[in-house]
Nanobody
Framework: QVQVVESGGGLVQPGGSLSLFCAAS????????MGWYRQAPGEERAFVAA???????SYVDSVKGRFTISRDNDKNTTTLQMNSLNPGDAAVYYC???????????????WGRGVQVAVSS
């Protein structure tokens, strides 16, 4: 079993910053990608950012230059630093980890339950 726990959501004013944190624990042999998706009301879940084990990051165009994803391979964690937030960023944010639980390297995506990010004055 693998557990994924997110934290750090909340309410922020436009132009403000928030940092989201996510940790995986349990039966983990190797973690490949880590990343974040978000889902606004009435919309489908959408990609935000991801980072490879080697540290290569990718972002959806709308957050480039404002969001930064990082990871700690020793602690099995990922952080999403969000700056210059605007109302369009408001959503439930979900993290995921692509994990192999044995040396067979059969990959499974494990998701957190989501954290709410609200942007309002």
């Amino acid at each position: 079993q693998v557990q994924v726990v997110e934290s750090g959501g909340g309410l922020v004013q436009p132009g403000g910053s928030l940092s989201l944190f996510c940790a995986a624990s349990g039966n983990i042999y190797y973690i490949n990608h880590m990343g974040w998706y978000r889902q606004a009301p009435g919309e489908e879940r959408a990609f935000v950012a991801a980072i490879t084990r080697g540290g290569m990051a990718s972002y959806v165009d709308s957050v480039k230059g404002r969001f930064t994803i990082s990871r700690d391979n020793d602690k099995n964690t990922t952080t999403l630093q969000m700056n210059s937030l605007n109302p369009g960023d408001a959503a439930v944010y979900y993290c995921y980890f692509r994990i192999a639980s044995t040396s067979d390297l059969v990959w499974t995506d494990y998701w957190g339950r989501g954290v709410q990010v609200a942007v309002s004055s």
